[in-house]
C-alpha cells in the first residue's frame, strides 16, 4: 500500500509519500513562518494562498524523490481537521481532486491522530497500546490509544495549551515569533530557581492541564524588572522547568492508571530536549519505554498523514472527509464537499 499525504492545517505545507513495506520514501515540507513573522502570528488569508503555490511543486518533488508516479500510487490522504478552514479547503480539495483524476480512494485523516501515529513512523515502531502525550502549539492532551481509531481522552487544558505558553511567554521576553523554540534555547543559559513559577494543577488529583496562569505568573514576576540577558535566560529556564515538571507529573499519574508500557509523546513542544529527557526517565521510573518521533515528524508535515492514511486504508476505514475547523477526536468523520 503506497499513499501521498497532504497536511495544510495551519502554516506549513506538507506533501510525503509513504509505502507500507519500504517505509517513508519522500518528505518535502514548505514553512511560512518567515511570511508570519512581520504580523507576530499567522495570518488565515495568507496561509491560504501560500498552500495554494506550494502543493503542486511540493508535489512533484515528493514523486520525483519516491521514483513513482499515478500508477503506483494505491490513495490520497490529506488532513480534513482541525485547523484553519481556509488552509484546510485548500488541501482536500487539492488532494480529492487529485483523487478523482488518478482513479484513487482519498482518505481525510485527522490531524492529532495523525501526531499520535507520527513515532510509528521510526524503527522500531511501538506496537498498539500506548499511552501518548499530544503537545502542540494547540493542545495539550492525554490520550490512552487501543488500537487505530481507538482514542480515549484522559485528560487535556483547561485554557492555554503547553506551545501556546511558550509562544506568548516567549512574546514576553521580547523572543520573535514563532518563541517556543527559541525559549527553549535561551532556557539553556538560565539558572534554575531563581524564579518560583507555579506547577498549575499539581495539587489536586485528576489528569487536567492549565497553563494560563503560568504565563501570568511570569508576567507578574517581569513587571517592573530590569529585564538584563542573564534574568531573560533565568525567566525562561524557570518557566521551562514548570512546564516540564508539570507534564512529567501528569504522565506518571496516567502511566500508573492505565498500566501501559509505552508512553508516545507528540507534538511540537515533544521536540524539546530537556522535555524528552525528563519523560524517558519517568517512563523508565513507571516500567514504560517512551517513544518519541525525530523533531521534524514533531511539527506538523505531510508524512505523518500519508503514514495514517496508509493504515486507514490497509484497515478499510479510511473515507473522504469535508474539511472541519473543529473536530473532536475519535468522532467520525463528516463525509461530504
Same mark, same amino acid.
Given at each position: 500500500?503506497?499513499?501521498?499525504g497532504i497536511e495544510t492545517s495551519c502554516d506549513e505545507t506538507g506533501v510525503a509519500i509513504y509505502d507500507s513495506g519500504r517505509g517513508l520514501l519522500a518528505n518535502r515540507l514548505h514553512s511560512q513562518v518567515a511570511m508570519h513573522q512581520a504580523y507576530g502570528g499567522v495570518v488565515p488569508e495568507l496561509a491560504s494562498r501560500d498552500h495554494i503555490r506550494r502543493l503542486l511543486p511540493l508535489l512533484k518533488e515528493a514523486l520525483a524523490e519516491a521514483r513513482c508516479d499515478e500508477d503506483s500510487i494505491d490513495g490520497v490522504a490529506y488532513t480534513a481537521g482541525p485547523g484553519l478552514i481556509g488552509a484546510l479547503i485548500v488541501g482536500a480539495g487539492f488532494a480529492r481532486s487529485l483523487a478523482y483524476a488518478w482513479r484513487k480512494p482519498a482518505v481525510g485523516i485527522h490531524h492529532?491522530?495523525?501526531?499520535?501515529?507520527?513515532?510509528?513512523?521510526?524503527?522500531?515502531?511501538?506496537?498498539?497500546?500506548?499511552?501518548?502525550?499530544?503537545?502542540?502549539?494547540?493542545?495539550?492532551?492525554?490520550?490512552d490509544v487501543a488500537a487505530l481509531g481507538r482514542y480515549r481522552l484522559l485528560g487535556e487544558s483547561l485554557d492555554d495549551a503547553a506551545g501556546e505558553a511558550f509562544d506568548k511567554t516567549a512574546k514576553l521576553l521580547g523572543l520573535a515569533y514563532p518563541g517556543g523554540a527559541a525559549l527553549a534555547a535561551l532556557a539553556a543559559r538560565g539558572r534554575g530557581g531563581s524564579f518560583q513559577f507555579p506547577r498549575p494543577m499539581l495539587d489536586r488529583p485528576g489528569l487536567e492541564f492549565s497553563f494560563s496562569g503560568l504565563k501570568t505568573a511570569v508576567r507578574v514576576a517581569l513587571r517592573g524588572r530590569e529585564l538584563s540577558a542573564q534574568t531573560r535566560a533565568?525567566?525562561?529556564?524557570?518557566?521551562?522547568?514548570?512546564?516540564?515538571?508539570?507534564?512529567?507529573e501528569k504522565c506518571r499519574r496516567a502511566l500508573r492508571a492505565t498500566g501501559h508500557r509505552r508512553l508516545i509523546v507528540a507534538g511540537g513542544v515533544g521536540a524539546n530536549t530537556r522535555l524528552r529527557q525528563r519523560l524517558s526517565a519517568v517512563a523508565g521510573?513507571? $516500567? =514504560?519505554? @517512551?517513544?518519541?518521533?525525530?523533531?521534524?515528524?514533531?511539527?506538523?508535515?505531510?508524512?505523518?498523514?500519508?503514514? #495514517?492514511?496508509?493504515?486507514?486504508?490497509?484497515? $478499510? =476505514?479510511? @473515507?473522504?472527509?469535508?474539511?472541519?475547523?473543529?473536530?473532536?477526536?475519535?468522532?467520525?468523520?463528516?463525509?461530504? #464537499?
Open positions: 500500500m503506497r499513499t501521498i492529532l491522530e495523525g501526531h499520535l501515529l507520527a513515532a510509528l513512523l521510526e524503527h522500531p515502531a511501538p506496537d498498539f497500546p500506548f499511552l501518548a502525550l499530544l503537545v502542540s502549539g494547540g493542545h495539550t492532551q492525554l490520550i533565568d525567566v525562561a529556564r524557570d518557566f521551562e522547568d514548570a512546564i516540564i515538571d508539570t507534564l512529567a521510573a513507571n $516500567g =514504560a519505554q @517512551a517513544y518519541f518521533p525525530r523533531p521534524e515528524y514533531c511539527t506538523d508535515n505531510g508524512a505523518m498523514i500519508a503514514l #495514517a492514511g496508509c493504515l486507514r486504508l490497509q484497515a $478499510g =476505514a479510511g @473515507a473522504a472527509a469535508a474539511a472541519r475547523a473543529n473536530w473532536p477526536l475519535g468522532e467520525e468523520a463528516t463525509t461530504g #464537499a
